[in-house]
């Protein structure tokens, strides 16, 4: 599906000021503050958490499954991504973890990372077919995913068509581990909001195999809870390569296709599809792109400072067993891995659906632009200028809207209540 009518990022009204700031940084220019509340447009969010990370008064945040959905399944399998493991400091191992895991309902764990080995050698192989175009970019991340739909259509054809580690995962435990098990539930612990939404909307899917998203934030504590007395198993049997997927650079080495780029945080990704979009950048190969600042260390449903969590991860990596590693290299993850549809464009920035209309719209968007002052101060309520006319276009605000319209009609019709009161009726008047 490509139109999803439901996202995670909510917005909280009791909480919200009206302050504005979540519009300035909203990449895809998704929200609006009218009568002194934000509300957010559905066509346009993409779910990268932007406004989680930045709202001050916490007005924002991701809808997720509770721990108590366990309860619908015999079998209830955990599949933490990796960022799960740099939450916790260096006393506790992977091990530690995916033991504690079981200790809060799980009956089973398969590790994301052991899935992004498997992926990250099917995007090897997709490259290397592929031969010399490109630069291709990976699919891994929803929010940039979406991004491309929304704002960059032009690139979507640049997509590796291979299916995120997550979904790898929970279908290699659906087909492989439990085959015709209707039983079973598989449970993504997650970092960021995207994860929520495509669990539901899948891209490039038809059907997700994830049957539900667990924030990091959630179950952090009860987790936390249960590592001081766990007793630890040998479970883990992910390697560095597919570890290292919580941070940038992660995806990339892993593919181990030369003249890779990794760029990180919502603004640089922006910047770098731009750069690709003006026909720069032919020397690159591969893009990994990923919305959240660091990786998916920095998703908005994390507890840890991305940084230090970046470090916690590295070294993690280092005490991997590299040999295992290696030897995955040749397993076959026995399961489809490509996209089953292509992934479509999103007309979120289009201002009606109807050509002729939107042309319309556009050209009034151009007059309205050309009134106004170009400050993109926010006090509209729109991110900046141009956005504002779009809506004054669209019928979704007056031009009033504008302070500094709104003092410039106030001032106007100042000067004609003045030039009306100097006008005297023609019996009084003298002169």
């Keep these: 599906m490509n139109g999803p009518s439901f996202h995670s990022v909510t917005l909280d009204p009791a909480k919200c000021k009206g302050c ?3 519009i300035r940084f909203c990449p895809t220019e998704a ?4 009568k002194g509340r934000a509300f957010i447009l559905d066509e346009r969010c993409i779910d990268c958490g932007e406004c989680i990370r930045t709202c001050p008064n916490n007005a924002k945040k991701a809808v997720s499954d509770p721990l108590s959905v366990l309860a619908d399944y015999a079998v209830r399998v955990a599949l933490p991504a990796p960022t799960l493991y740099s939450q916790f400091d260096e006393r506790f191992s992977v091990d530690r973890i995916l033991s504690a895991l079981l200790e809060l309902g799980f ?19 997709w490259i290397a077919a592929a031969g010399d175009g490109g630069p291709w970019i990976s699919s891994a991340c929803p929010a940039v995913v979406k991004l491309l739909q929304v704002r960059f259509p032009s690139l979507l054809d640049r997509l590796v068509p291979i299916i995120s580690p997550m979904e790898a995962a929970a279908r290699i435990v659906k087909e492989r581990l439990y085959p015709g098990r209707t039983d079973v539930g598989v449970f993504f612990i997650s ?11 899948p891209l490039g899917l038809a059907q997700s195999a994830v049957d539900g998203v667990i924030a990091i934030k959630d179950i952090y504590l009860p987790l936390r809870n249960a590592l001081s007395s766990v007793v630890e198993r040998p479970i883990s049997r992910a390697g560095a390569r597919g570890v ?8 990339s080495d892993a593919v181990g296709v030369p003249r890779a780029l990794g760029v990180s945080g919502i603004s640089h990704v922006i910047s770098v599809f731009e750069a690709l979009e003006n026909g720069k950048m032919k020397d690159v190969k591969f893009i990994e792109a990923l919305a959240c600042p660091a990786g998916c260390v920095g998703g908005p449903l994390t507890v840890e400072n991305p940084y230090i969590a970046r470090a916690r991860v590295r070294a993690l990596e280092r005490s991997a067993n590299d040999r295992a590693a ?31 209309k939107a042309m319309i719209m556009l050209e009034e968007t151009e007059v309205v632009v050309e009134s106004l002052p170009g400050l993109d101060c926010g006090s509209c309520g729109a991110p900046t200028c141009r956005a504002f006319a779009e809506d004054v276009a669209k019928g979704d605000a007056v031009i009033a809207g504008c302070i500094f319209k709104l003092r410039e009609n106030v001032r106007k019709m100042a000067e004609e209540l003045l030039s009306m009161e100097s006008i005297q009726p023609p019996g009084l008047d003298k002169d």
């Design 20 to 22: 504005t700031t979540c």
């Design 31 to 34: 929200i609006r503050v009218r």
């Design 107 to 125: 009956t089973d764990v398969f590790e994301v990372a052991r899935a992004a080995e498997f992926v990250a050698d099917a995007t090897a192989e």
């Design 191 to 201: 970092p960021c909001a995207g994860k929520v939404t495509v669990s539901r909307y």
């Design 244 to 251: 290292a997927w919580a941070h940038i650079d992660g995806e």
């Design 326 to 356: 290696r030897e995955r290299r040749v397993e076959d993850a026995g399961i489809g891995l490509g996209f089953d549809e292509a992934v479509r464009a999103r007309s979120g920035l289009r201002l009606a659906p109807d050509l002729l």
